[in-house]
């Protein structure tokens, strides 16, 4: 059965949807249907579009990660999007669930970052290191169940694995990332990283835009949302 992602917004410039864990946003050499490949289908099935369908990919989220991801559907919205990302206009929340409590209720991470493009990871230095990239992002824990905390995470640059090496560095690895150091993977394969929150100005109809995206249906997952909605 073909799968149909799940919808949070669409309009004539943009669409965006919610990932599941284990979809993969682009084309690699896995050979595996990619979300955007996905998302062209549904638009020429739902509009009876001939031929080509253009689809820009704004942005993308690791393999196992899910939540939000925006697409463009004109090349002057993908080449402005473009733009509100490189200007930092793009406001991104994530959730991250985490065994290990972090030292402080809340603050900032900064580090330099190397690619590993061979181990396809990265690994972060608390100084200028050759080759780093300078990246920080904003914590607070939201909540706390009997194993594992919820963290809401405010990255303010966009590098490799940024979110995972760092909340690993700072000794606490996401829950089921084995990459970067937790004990052992989830059973899904997927981490317990979401996208939870987008927001921008519409780069057509100059709007703000708000996105959120329901967390994966799993116990910790759905635990975390109803305390956070019923707070």
């Known amino acids: 059965m073909e ?3 799940q919808i949070l917004y669409e309009d004539n410039h943009l669409i965006a949807v919610n990932k599941r864990s284990g979809d993969i946003v682009q084309g690699d050499k896995t050979g595996d249907e990619p979300l955007s490949e996905m998302i062209k289908s549904y638009i020429k099935k739902k509009y ?3 031929g080509e369908v253009f689809l820009g990919v704004v942005h993308r989220l690791d393999r196992p990660v899910s939540g939000v991801v925006l697409f463009a559907r004109t090349s002057k919205a993908l080449s402005r999007m473009n733009e509100l990302f490189r200007e930092k206009k793009v406001n991104k929340i994530y959730w991250a669930v985490v065994k290990n409590p972090p030292p402080e209720e809340h603050g900032t991470l900064i580090h330099y970052l190397v690619k590993d493009e061979k181990k396809n990871k990265s690994r972060a230095y608390d100084h200028e290191v050759p080759g780093s990239q300078r990246c920080w992002l904003d914590y607070k824990v939201l909540a706390k169940s009997d194993n594992y905390f919820l963290l809401e995470v405010n990255p303010l640059t966009g590098r490799h694995h940024q979110i995972r090496v760092q ?6 690895p996401i829950k089921g990332d084995v990459k970067y150091g937790y004990d052992r993977s989830n059973e899904d394969g997927s981490i317990h ?4 929150r987008t927001e921008f100005l519409h780069p057509v109809k100059k709007e703000i835009i708000s996105l959120t995206a329901r967390v994966p249906d799993d116990v910790i997952w759905n635990f975390f949302e109803k305390i956070q909605v019923n707070d």
Not at 167 to 172: D, K
């Open 3 to 5: 799968h149909v992602p």
């Open 48 to 50: 009876a579009k001939p």
């Open 167 to 172: 909340l690993s560095t700072m000794g606490c």
């Open 193 to 196: 990283l979401h996208s939870r």
